[in-house]
Protein backbone atom coordinates (compact mmCIF):
# COMPACT_ATOMS: atom_id res chain seq x y z
CA UNK A 1 0.00 0.00 0.00
CA UNK A 2 2.96 2.13 0.49
CA UNK A 3 5.18 1.66 -2.12
CA UNK A 4 6.94 4.69 -3.42
CA UNK A 5 5.18 5.01 -6.39
CA UNK A 6 1.86 4.42 -4.74
CA UNK A 7 2.96 7.66 -2.38
CA UNK A 8 4.83 9.52 -4.71
CA UNK A 9 2.18 12.06 -6.70
CA UNK A 10 3.02 13.53 -9.98
CA UNK A 11 1.84 17.06 -10.62
CA UNK A 12 -1.57 16.92 -12.11
CA UNK A 13 -0.81 20.41 -14.39
CA UNK A 14 2.29 21.44 -15.83
CA UNK A 15 5.45 23.14 -14.14
CA UNK A 16 7.58 23.72 -17.08
CA UNK A 17 7.37 27.33 -15.94
CA UNK A 18 8.35 26.67 -12.65
CA UNK A 19 11.81 26.79 -11.40
CA UNK A 20 13.20 24.46 -8.93
CA UNK A 21 14.57 25.72 -5.70
CA UNK A 22 17.75 26.63 -5.13
CA UNK A 23 18.25 24.96 -1.59
CA UNK A 24 15.54 23.29 0.56
CA UNK A 25 13.10 25.34 2.63
CA UNK A 26 14.14 26.17 6.44
CA UNK A 27 11.29 24.45 8.35
CA UNK A 28 10.94 27.08 11.06
CA UNK A 29 10.14 30.34 9.58
CA UNK A 30 9.49 30.52 5.98
CA UNK A 31 7.29 31.30 2.90
CA UNK A 32 6.28 28.31 0.62
CA UNK A 33 8.03 28.28 -2.38
CA UNK A 34 5.43 27.81 -5.62
CA UNK A 35 6.31 24.58 -6.05
CA UNK A 36 4.88 23.68 -2.35
CA UNK A 37 1.75 25.82 -2.91
CA UNK A 38 1.20 24.44 -6.21
CA UNK A 39 1.44 20.42 -3.69
CA UNK A 40 -0.50 22.06 -1.27
CA UNK A 41 -3.33 23.53 -3.52
CA UNK A 42 -3.51 19.82 -5.27
CA UNK A 43 -3.59 18.26 -2.06
CA UNK A 44 -6.37 20.42 -0.90
CA UNK A 45 -8.19 19.59 -3.93
CA UNK A 46 -7.98 15.61 -3.41
CA UNK A 47 -9.01 16.53 0.42
CA UNK A 48 -12.44 18.21 -1.02
CA UNK A 49 -13.33 15.57 -3.43
CA UNK A 50 -12.00 11.70 -2.10
CA UNK A 51 -14.55 9.22 -0.35
CA UNK A 52 -12.58 7.00 0.63
CA UNK A 53 -12.27 7.53 4.62
CA UNK A 54 -14.08 10.44 6.65
CA UNK A 55 -13.06 12.43 9.07
CA UNK A 56 -14.94 15.85 10.54
CA UNK A 57 -12.73 18.64 9.73
CA UNK A 58 -15.19 21.14 11.21
CA UNK A 59 -15.74 22.54 7.41
CA UNK A 60 -19.52 21.15 6.43
CA UNK A 61 -21.38 22.57 9.19
CA UNK A 62 -20.72 19.75 12.22
CA UNK A 63 -18.68 21.69 14.72
CA UNK A 64 -19.28 18.90 17.21
CA UNK A 65 -16.57 16.74 17.65
CA UNK A 66 -14.69 18.24 14.70
CA UNK A 67 -11.07 18.32 14.88
CA UNK A 68 -8.87 19.97 12.53
CA UNK A 69 -5.15 19.04 11.06
CA UNK A 70 -1.98 19.51 9.60
CA UNK A 71 -1.46 18.34 6.41
CA UNK A 72 2.22 18.76 4.64
CA UNK A 73 3.69 18.32 1.31
CA UNK A 74 7.32 17.21 0.68
CA UNK A 75 7.69 18.48 -3.45
CA UNK A 76 10.72 15.58 -4.57
CA UNK A 77 12.66 14.61 -7.17
CA UNK A 78 12.58 10.52 -7.49
CA UNK A 79 15.47 8.07 -7.95
CA UNK A 80 13.83 8.20 -12.42
CA UNK A 81 14.58 12.22 -11.81
CA UNK A 82 10.75 12.56 -11.93
CA UNK A 83 9.21 15.82 -9.90
CA UNK A 84 6.68 15.30 -8.07
CA UNK A 85 5.22 15.61 -4.18
CA UNK A 86 4.77 13.80 -1.17
CA UNK A 87 1.92 14.14 1.21
CA UNK A 88 1.45 13.98 4.87
CA UNK A 89 -0.78 14.84 8.33
CA UNK A 90 0.14 14.90 11.62
CA UNK A 91 -1.16 12.09 14.27
CA UNK A 92 -3.85 10.38 12.81
CA UNK A 93 -7.06 11.57 10.63
CA UNK A 94 -10.65 9.02 10.22
CA UNK A 95 -8.32 7.68 13.31
CA UNK A 96 -6.01 6.18 11.80
CA UNK A 97 -1.88 6.55 10.54
CA UNK A 98 -2.44 4.54 6.90
CA UNK A 99 -4.27 6.70 4.61
CA UNK A 100 -4.18 5.80 0.81
CA UNK A 101 -1.76 8.10 -0.71
CA UNK A 102 -0.12 9.91 2.53
CA UNK A 103 3.22 8.73 3.38
CA UNK A 104 2.99 6.14 6.98
CA UNK A 105 4.30 6.83 10.27
CA UNK A 106 7.91 6.86 10.86
CA UNK A 107 7.00 3.86 12.94
CA UNK A 108 3.72 2.21 13.49
CA UNK A 109 3.06 2.17 16.98
CA UNK A 110 -1.27 1.26 16.07
CA UNK A 111 0.11 -2.18 14.02
CA UNK A 112 -1.50 -5.08 15.10
CA UNK A 113 1.65 -6.86 16.05
CA UNK A 114 3.17 -3.87 17.53
CA UNK A 115 4.85 -4.44 20.94
CA UNK A 116 3.24 -1.27 21.67
CA UNK A 117 -0.03 -2.97 21.75
CA UNK A 118 0.54 -5.63 24.24
CA UNK A 119 2.77 -3.50 26.73
CA UNK A 120 -0.38 -1.47 26.37
CA UNK A 121 -3.10 -4.04 27.22
CA UNK A 122 -0.53 -5.14 30.27
CA UNK A 123 -0.30 -1.14 31.43
CA UNK A 124 -4.47 -1.48 31.31
CA UNK A 125 -4.90 -4.24 33.43
CA UNK A 126 -2.89 -2.89 36.43
CA UNK A 127 -4.89 0.23 36.02
CA UNK A 128 -7.92 -1.88 36.19
CA UNK A 129 -6.62 -3.95 39.52
CA UNK A 130 -5.48 -0.09 41.06
CA UNK A 131 -8.86 1.31 40.48
CA UNK A 132 -10.57 -1.17 42.03
CA UNK A 133 -8.62 -1.18 44.91
CA UNK A 134 -8.68 2.14 45.17
CA UNK A 135 -13.12 2.50 44.99
CA UNK A 136 -12.99 -0.22 47.29
CA UNK A 137 -15.67 1.26 50.29
CA UNK A 138 -12.78 -0.33 52.90
CA UNK A 139 -10.47 2.25 51.70
CA UNK A 140 -12.77 5.15 51.55
CA UNK A 141 -14.24 3.76 55.07
CA UNK A 142 -10.78 4.04 56.77
CA UNK A 143 -9.78 6.99 54.85
CA UNK A 144 -12.40 8.74 56.48
CA UNK A 145 -11.76 6.91 59.68
CA UNK A 146 -8.13 8.91 60.00
CA UNK A 147 -9.31 12.05 58.68
CA UNK A 148 -12.11 12.11 61.49
CA UNK A 149 -9.70 10.69 64.40
CA UNK A 150 -6.75 13.35 63.08
CA UNK A 151 -9.73 16.32 63.00
CA UNK A 152 -10.90 14.80 66.68
CA UNK A 153 -6.96 14.94 67.63
CA UNK A 154 -6.79 18.52 66.58
CA UNK A 155 -10.26 19.96 68.46
CA UNK A 156 -9.69 17.85 71.50
CA UNK A 157 -5.87 19.01 72.15
CA UNK A 158 -7.26 22.73 71.23
CA UNK A 159 -9.64 22.42 73.66
CA UNK A 160 -7.35 21.48 76.36
CA UNK A 161 -4.55 24.36 75.47
CA UNK A 162 -7.56 26.66 75.77
CA UNK A 163 -8.15 25.38 79.03
CA UNK A 164 -4.56 25.73 80.52
CA UNK A 165 -4.59 29.38 79.14
CA UNK A 166 -7.23 30.40 81.01
CA UNK A 167 -6.24 28.45 84.11
CA UNK A 168 -2.87 30.52 83.76
CA UNK A 169 -5.08 33.04 83.50
CA UNK A 170 -6.47 32.43 87.14
CA UNK A 171 -3.89 31.37 88.49
CA UNK A 172 -1.99 34.90 87.88
CA UNK A 173 -5.06 36.52 89.71
CA UNK A 174 -4.28 34.25 92.76
CA UNK A 175 -0.88 34.80 92.53
CA UNK A 176 -1.79 38.87 92.87
CA UNK A 177 -4.27 38.47 95.51
CA UNK A 178 -2.39 36.23 97.67
CA UNK A 179 0.49 38.93 97.94
CA UNK A 180 -1.58 40.31 101.41
CA UNK A 181 -1.38 36.82 102.86
CA UNK A 182 0.89 35.32 105.25
CA UNK A 183 3.84 34.46 104.43
CA UNK A 184 2.95 30.86 105.40
CA UNK A 185 -0.26 30.48 103.65
CA UNK A 186 1.03 32.43 100.66
CA UNK A 187 3.55 29.56 100.36
CA UNK A 188 0.95 26.94 100.68
CA UNK A 189 -1.02 28.26 97.72
CA UNK A 190 1.95 28.93 95.74
CA UNK A 191 2.61 25.17 95.94
CA UNK A 192 -1.21 24.86 95.22
CA UNK A 193 -0.75 26.53 92.15
CA UNK A 194 2.22 25.25 90.68
CA UNK A 195 0.68 21.57 91.10
CA UNK A 196 -2.64 22.17 88.82
CA UNK A 197 -0.35 23.56 85.91
CA UNK A 198 1.88 20.65 86.29
CA UNK A 199 -1.08 18.11 86.30
CA UNK A 200 -2.50 20.36 83.42
CA UNK A 201 0.69 19.56 81.30
CA UNK A 202 0.75 15.74 82.11
CA UNK A 203 -2.87 15.59 80.82
CA UNK A 204 -2.19 17.24 77.83
CA UNK A 205 0.71 14.92 77.44
CA UNK A 206 -1.06 11.98 77.62
CA UNK A 207 -4.24 13.61 75.75
CA UNK A 208 -1.33 13.55 72.89
CA UNK A 209 -0.09 10.00 73.78
CA UNK A 210 -3.67 8.67 73.25
CA UNK A 211 -5.08 10.53 70.10
CA UNK A 212 -1.27 9.65 68.67
CA UNK A 213 -1.87 6.04 69.51
CA UNK A 214 -5.41 6.25 67.86
CA UNK A 215 -4.18 8.04 64.55
CA UNK A 216 -1.20 5.63 64.49
CA UNK A 217 -3.81 2.67 64.49
CA UNK A 218 -5.72 3.67 61.58
CA UNK A 219 -2.64 4.83 59.63
CA UNK A 220 -1.80 1.51 59.81
CA UNK A 221 -4.93 0.24 58.86
CA UNK A 222 -4.27 2.32 55.75
CA UNK A 223 -0.91 1.56 55.36
CA UNK A 224 -2.01 -1.94 55.12
CA UNK A 225 -4.59 -1.13 51.85
CA UNK A 226 -2.22 1.13 50.15
CA UNK A 227 -0.03 -1.69 50.44
CA UNK A 228 -1.53 -3.86 47.95
CA UNK A 229 -1.94 -1.06 46.04
CA UNK A 230 1.06 0.85 45.38
CA UNK A 231 3.33 -2.54 44.42
CA UNK A 232 1.14 -2.02 41.25
CA UNK A 233 1.71 1.81 40.73
CA UNK A 234 5.26 1.15 40.82
CA UNK A 235 5.20 -2.04 37.95
CA UNK A 236 2.73 0.12 36.05
CA UNK A 237 5.06 2.88 36.26
CA UNK A 238 8.00 0.73 35.89
CA UNK A 239 6.15 -0.58 32.51
CA UNK A 240 5.29 2.49 31.46
CA UNK A 241 8.72 3.59 31.73
CA UNK A 242 9.96 0.71 29.76
CA UNK A 243 7.22 1.09 26.87
CA UNK A 244 8.16 4.57 26.35
CA UNK A 245 12.12 3.86 26.16
CA UNK A 246 11.12 0.86 23.62
CA UNK A 247 9.11 3.45 21.41
CA UNK A 248 11.91 5.74 21.11
CA UNK A 249 14.20 3.17 20.37
CA UNK A 250 11.77 2.99 17.44
CA UNK A 251 11.63 5.91 15.86
CA UNK A 252 14.71 6.00 13.96
CA UNK A 253 15.05 9.51 11.69
CA UNK A 254 17.45 9.02 8.60
CA UNK A 255 18.85 12.44 7.19
CA UNK A 256 20.79 13.14 3.97
CA UNK A 257 24.14 11.63 5.14
CA UNK A 258 22.01 8.25 5.37
CA UNK A 259 22.97 9.12 9.25
CA UNK A 260 20.10 7.47 11.92
CA UNK A 261 18.98 8.83 15.39
CA UNK A 262 16.47 7.65 17.17
CA UNK A 263 14.05 9.92 19.81
CA UNK A 264 15.80 9.50 22.71
CA UNK A 265 19.24 10.40 21.21
CA UNK A 266 17.46 13.73 19.42
CA UNK A 267 15.80 15.10 22.21
CA UNK A 268 19.12 13.59 24.85
CA UNK A 269 20.60 17.28 24.85
CA UNK A 270 17.15 19.51 25.14
CA UNK A 271 15.73 21.34 28.18
CA UNK A 272 13.53 18.75 29.05
CA UNK A 273 15.61 15.75 28.43
CA UNK A 274 13.17 13.50 26.79
CA UNK A 275 10.80 13.85 23.48
CA UNK A 276 7.14 15.48 24.63
CA UNK A 277 4.17 13.30 23.46
CA UNK A 278 3.42 12.91 19.80
CA UNK A 279 7.32 13.73 18.92
CA UNK A 280 7.97 12.06 15.71
CA UNK A 281 4.27 12.01 14.25
CA UNK A 282 4.07 14.95 12.65
CA UNK A 283 3.74 15.76 8.75
CA UNK A 284 7.34 16.92 7.76
CA UNK A 285 9.52 14.30 9.99
CA UNK A 286 7.27 11.77 8.30
CA UNK A 287 7.82 13.42 5.11
CA UNK A 288 11.29 13.35 5.25
CA UNK A 289 11.91 10.08 6.34
CA UNK A 290 9.78 8.52 3.82
CA UNK A 291 11.69 10.39 1.23
CA UNK A 292 14.97 9.54 2.39
CA UNK A 293 13.91 5.46 3.22
CA UNK A 294 13.05 5.62 -0.85
CA UNK A 295 15.48 7.57 -2.14
CA UNK A 296 14.35 10.54 -3.11
CA UNK A 297 15.62 14.18 -3.06
CA UNK A 298 13.86 17.10 -0.97
CA UNK A 299 13.16 19.98 -2.71
CA UNK A 300 10.34 22.43 -0.65
CA UNK A 301 8.14 21.74 1.85
CA UNK A 302 4.74 23.26 2.81
CA UNK A 303 2.38 22.80 5.80
CA UNK A 304 -1.13 23.95 6.34
CA UNK A 305 -3.99 23.85 8.60
CA UNK A 306 -7.06 22.50 7.38
CA UNK A 307 -10.73 22.62 9.37
CA UNK A 308 -11.50 24.23 12.61
CA UNK A 309 -9.00 25.61 14.49
CA UNK A 310 -8.21 24.28 18.02
CA UNK A 311 -9.46 25.45 21.11
CA UNK A 312 -6.13 27.09 22.96
CA UNK A 313 -4.29 27.74 19.63
CA UNK A 314 -4.78 30.14 16.84
CA UNK A 315 -4.94 27.88 13.06
CA UNK A 316 -6.54 29.48 9.82
CA UNK A 317 -7.91 26.93 7.59
CA UNK A 318 -5.49 27.00 4.46
CA UNK A 319 -2.81 29.00 6.19
CA UNK A 320 0.32 28.14 6.44
CA UNK A 321 2.75 27.59 8.88
CA UNK A 322 6.52 26.61 9.87
CA UNK A 323 7.31 23.69 11.65
CA UNK A 324 6.56 23.85 15.97
CA UNK A 325 9.63 24.17 18.53
CA UNK A 326 9.47 22.12 20.76
CA UNK A 327 8.62 18.69 19.13
CA UNK A 328 10.29 19.26 15.68
CA UNK A 329 13.06 21.00 15.59
CA UNK A 330 15.24 18.30 17.05
CA UNK A 331 13.97 15.84 14.92
CA UNK A 332 14.37 18.08 11.81
CA UNK A 333 17.67 19.93 12.71
CA UNK A 334 19.17 16.19 12.54
CA UNK A 335 17.18 15.05 9.51
CA UNK A 336 18.38 17.65 7.42
CA UNK A 337 21.82 17.70 7.90
CA UNK A 338 23.41 16.54 4.23
CA UNK A 339 20.73 19.20 2.66
CA UNK A 340 21.68 22.43 1.34
CA UNK A 341 19.06 24.78 3.31
CA UNK A 342 17.86 28.21 3.40
CA UNK A 343 19.26 30.59 5.71
CA UNK A 344 17.51 30.88 9.31
CA UNK A 345 15.89 34.47 8.58
CA UNK A 346 15.28 35.42 12.19
CA UNK A 347 19.46 35.06 12.02
CA UNK A 348 19.57 38.09 10.49
CA UNK A 349 19.90 41.64 12.12
CA UNK A 350 16.27 43.61 11.36
CA UNK A 351 17.32 46.64 12.69
CA UNK A 352 20.17 47.16 10.40
CA UNK A 353 19.91 50.40 8.64
CA UNK A 354 17.11 51.59 11.10
CA UNK A 355 17.24 54.47 13.54
CA UNK A 356 14.99 54.87 16.98
CA UNK A 357 13.90 58.56 17.16
CA UNK A 358 14.05 59.96 20.59
CA UNK A 359 10.84 62.54 20.52
CA UNK A 360 11.39 63.40 24.42
CA UNK A 361 14.34 63.55 27.16
CA UNK A 362 15.76 65.03 29.92
CA UNK A 363 18.37 63.87 32.59
CA UNK A 364 15.59 61.32 33.77
CA UNK A 365 13.78 59.91 30.95
CA UNK A 366 13.47 60.00 27.35
CA UNK A 367 10.48 58.81 24.96
CA UNK A 368 11.42 57.00 22.07
CA UNK A 369 9.78 55.51 18.55
CA UNK A 370 10.43 52.27 18.04
CA UNK A 371 10.43 50.94 14.11
CA UNK A 372 8.72 47.65 13.46
CA UNK A 373 11.22 45.00 13.54
CA UNK A 374 13.43 46.17 15.66
CA UNK A 375 14.36 44.24 18.92
CA UNK A 376 13.50 45.87 22.40
CA UNK A 377 15.88 44.27 24.11
CA UNK A 378 18.78 41.98 22.63
CA UNK A 379 17.60 38.68 21.92
CA UNK A 380 19.70 35.38 21.87
CA UNK A 381 21.66 35.70 18.30
CA UNK A 382 21.15 39.78 17.54
CA UNK A 383 22.44 42.36 20.25
CA UNK A 384 21.04 45.16 18.06
CA UNK A 385 18.40 46.43 20.27
CA UNK A 386 16.27 49.57 21.44
CA UNK A 387 18.61 48.77 24.60
CA UNK A 388 21.59 48.76 23.30
CA UNK A 389 21.12 52.37 20.95
CA UNK A 390 19.82 53.54 24.31
CA UNK A 391 23.42 52.72 26.21
CA UNK A 392 25.22 54.26 23.30
CA UNK A 393 23.28 57.19 23.26
CA UNK A 394 23.07 57.64 27.33
CA UNK A 395 26.18 56.34 28.20
CA UNK A 396 26.44 57.74 31.55
CA UNK A 397 22.75 56.58 32.49
CA UNK A 398 22.50 55.27 35.97
CA UNK A 399 19.22 53.82 35.02
CA UNK A 400 18.43 50.34 33.42
CA UNK A 401 16.92 52.51 30.10
CA UNK A 402 14.66 49.68 29.69
CA UNK A 403 11.11 50.12 31.66
CA UNK A 404 8.76 47.87 29.23
CA UNK A 405 8.56 46.41 26.08
CA UNK A 406 7.40 46.15 22.70
CA UNK A 407 7.17 42.87 20.16
CA UNK A 408 10.11 43.11 17.62
CA UNK A 409 7.28 43.67 15.08
CA UNK A 410 5.21 45.98 16.73
CA UNK A 411 6.37 49.92 15.86
CA UNK A 412 5.77 52.47 18.08
CA UNK A 413 6.55 54.27 21.75
CA UNK A 414 8.83 53.71 24.76
CA UNK A 415 9.21 55.25 27.57
CA UNK A 416 13.26 55.15 28.54
CA UNK A 417 14.67 55.32 32.58
CA UNK A 418 17.42 57.01 31.99
CA UNK A 419 18.32 57.56 36.33
CA UNK A 420 17.83 55.44 38.76
CA UNK A 421 15.21 56.97 40.55
CA UNK A 422 13.27 57.81 37.27
CA UNK A 423 12.87 54.21 37.38
CA UNK A 424 11.40 53.77 40.28
CA UNK A 425 8.73 55.60 39.63
CA UNK A 426 7.86 54.54 35.82
CA UNK A 427 8.00 50.88 37.13
CA UNK A 428 5.82 51.60 39.70
CA UNK A 429 3.26 53.63 36.76
CA UNK A 430 3.37 50.17 35.28
CA UNK A 431 2.95 48.23 37.75
CA UNK A 432 -0.35 50.14 39.35
CA UNK A 433 -1.42 50.61 35.54
CA UNK A 434 -1.78 54.25 35.38
CA UNK A 435 0.41 54.66 32.61
CA UNK A 436 -2.42 54.72 29.92
CA UNK A 437 -1.18 52.77 26.31
CA UNK A 438 -3.00 53.11 23.25
CA UNK A 439 -2.37 50.88 19.85
CA UNK A 440 -3.71 51.47 16.49
CA UNK A 441 -3.83 47.81 14.40
CA UNK A 442 -5.04 46.95 10.41
CA UNK A 443 -7.40 43.86 10.93
CA UNK A 444 -7.46 41.46 8.27
CA UNK A 445 -11.56 41.03 7.98
CA UNK A 446 -14.37 43.47 8.49
CA UNK A 447 -15.64 43.81 12.29
CA UNK A 448 -19.37 44.07 12.59
CA UNK A 449 -19.59 45.85 15.96
CA UNK A 450 -18.25 49.11 17.10
CA UNK A 451 -16.35 48.13 19.98
CA UNK A 452 -15.88 45.73 22.93
CA UNK A 453 -13.88 43.72 25.51
CA UNK A 454 -11.70 40.84 25.64
CA UNK A 455 -10.62 38.79 28.43
CA UNK A 456 -8.67 35.54 27.47
CA UNK A 457 -6.30 34.10 29.98
CA UNK A 458 -2.63 33.63 28.06
CA UNK A 459 0.22 31.21 28.27
CA UNK A 460 3.13 30.09 26.56
CA UNK A 461 3.26 27.39 24.21
CA UNK A 462 5.76 25.06 25.70
CA UNK A 463 5.79 23.00 22.33
CA UNK A 464 6.09 25.79 19.97
CA UNK A 465 7.75 29.07 21.50
CA UNK A 466 7.31 32.21 21.38
CA UNK A 467 3.52 31.07 20.25
CA UNK A 468 0.97 31.98 23.22
CA UNK A 469 -2.21 29.97 23.80
CA UNK A 470 -5.47 30.57 25.19
CA UNK A 471 -5.73 28.45 28.34
CA UNK A 472 -8.46 28.98 31.09
CA UNK A 473 -6.70 26.03 33.13
CA UNK A 474 -3.07 27.81 33.46
CA UNK A 475 -2.96 30.89 31.45
CA UNK A 476 -2.51 34.43 33.37
CA UNK A 477 -5.70 37.03 33.29
CA UNK A 478 -5.24 39.04 29.80
CA UNK A 479 -7.75 42.19 28.59
CA UNK A 480 -8.01 44.09 26.21
CA UNK A 481 -10.77 46.74 24.92
CA UNK A 482 -10.98 47.78 21.05
CA UNK A 483 -12.36 50.26 18.80
CA UNK A 484 -13.24 50.77 15.19
CA UNK A 485 -11.84 53.49 13.33
CA UNK A 486 -12.60 52.65 9.85
CA UNK A 487 -13.96 49.63 7.77
CA UNK A 488 -12.18 49.74 4.28
CA UNK A 489 -11.36 47.41 1.33
CA UNK A 490 -12.24 44.23 3.63
CA UNK A 491 -10.07 45.89 6.27
CA UNK A 492 -11.10 47.46 9.40
CA UNK A 493 -8.42 49.73 11.84
CA UNK A 494 -9.58 49.54 15.35
CA UNK A 495 -7.51 50.96 18.40
CA UNK A 496 -6.38 48.39 20.50
CA UNK A 497 -6.18 49.51 24.81
CA UNK A 498 -4.21 46.80 26.58
CA UNK A 499 -5.71 46.50 30.66
CA UNK A 500 -2.42 44.13 30.75
CA UNK A 501 1.02 43.36 28.93
CA UNK A 502 1.06 39.59 28.25
CA UNK A 503 3.05 38.34 25.46
CA UNK A 504 1.37 38.66 22.16
CA UNK A 505 -1.38 39.93 24.43
CA UNK A 506 -2.95 41.69 20.97
CA UNK A 507 -1.86 39.62 18.45
CA UNK A 508 -3.44 36.33 19.86
CA UNK A 509 -6.91 38.46 21.24
CA UNK A 510 -7.24 39.42 17.69
CA UNK A 511 -6.61 36.58 16.14
CA UNK A 512 -8.29 33.59 18.35
CA UNK A 513 -11.62 32.26 17.67
CA UNK A 514 -13.21 33.78 21.40
CA UNK A 515 -11.62 37.13 20.30
CA UNK A 516 -11.97 39.40 17.23
CA UNK A 517 -11.75 35.64 15.53
CA UNK A 518 -9.56 38.40 12.36
CA UNK A 519 -5.15 38.54 12.52
CA UNK A 520 -3.41 41.60 12.43
CA UNK A 521 -2.76 42.09 9.12
CA UNK A 522 1.21 40.92 8.47
CA UNK A 523 1.15 38.49 11.67
CA UNK A 524 3.58 36.13 10.32
CA UNK A 525 2.53 34.27 13.87
CA UNK A 526 -0.85 34.13 14.08
CA UNK A 527 -1.98 35.23 10.09
CA UNK A 528 -0.44 35.84 7.64
CA UNK A 529 2.41 37.71 6.26
CA UNK A 530 2.72 40.81 4.90
CA UNK A 531 5.13 43.76 4.58
CA UNK A 532 4.81 44.01 8.02
CA UNK A 533 2.69 44.06 11.19
CA UNK A 534 0.28 46.24 11.09
CA UNK A 535 0.08 46.91 14.97
CA UNK A 536 1.47 50.34 16.05
CA UNK A 537 1.78 51.91 19.43
CA UNK A 538 0.69 55.37 18.88
CA UNK A 539 -0.60 56.76 22.31
CA UNK A 540 1.62 56.86 25.70
CA UNK A 541 0.65 58.22 28.80
CA UNK A 542 1.98 58.92 31.86
CA UNK A 543 3.37 61.14 34.85
CA UNK A 544 7.04 62.71 34.78
CA UNK A 545 8.46 60.53 37.05
CA UNK A 546 10.78 63.45 39.07
CA UNK A 547 7.98 66.14 38.52
CA UNK A 548 4.63 64.07 38.25
CA UNK A 549 3.34 66.12 35.72
CA UNK A 550 1.17 64.31 33.29
CA UNK A 551 2.81 63.67 29.92
CA UNK A 552 1.29 62.67 26.49
CA UNK A 553 2.83 61.15 23.49
CA UNK A 554 1.62 60.28 20.52
CA UNK A 555 3.00 59.13 17.24
CA UNK A 556 0.42 58.07 14.18
CA UNK A 557 0.87 54.97 12.37
CA UNK A 558 3.02 54.88 9.08
CA UNK A 559 0.24 52.30 7.32
Known amino acids: MHTPEHCFTPFKSSIDEYSLPERFTYPFYYTPHPLGLLAATELQGHLCTQSEWQHNFGLEGEVEGAIGKMFGVLVVKNSQGDIGYLSAFSGKVADQNLLPGFVPPVFDMLAQDSFFHAGQDEINQLSHQINALEAAPELASVRL ?75 SELNGLNDKINPLKQARKALSAGLQQQLFDQYQFLNANGKEKNLGELFAKTTQGVPPAAAGECAAPKLLQYAFKNGMTPLALAEFWWGLPPKSSIRQHKNYYPACQGKCHPILTHMLEGLEVDDNPL ?43 MKQTFPDATGPLIVHRLDMSTSGLMVIAISKRANK ?23 EENEGRIALPMRGDLDDRPRQLICFEHGKPAE ?36 LHMPIVGDDLYGKTANRLHLHAELLILDHPITHERMTFQVEAEF
Open 145 to 219: TLQEVTQAADDALKAHRSYMVEGRKARKVKRAEAAELPDEERQALKQQLSQASVIEKLQLRDLKLSWEARIAAAQ
Open 347 to 389: LKNPAEGKAVDILYQDEDMAVVHKPAEFLSVPGKTIEDSVYLR
Open 425 to 447: SLQKQFIQRTVEKRYVALIDGVL
Open 480 to 515: TTWQVIERKNNQTKVYLSPKTGRTHQLRVHCAHALG
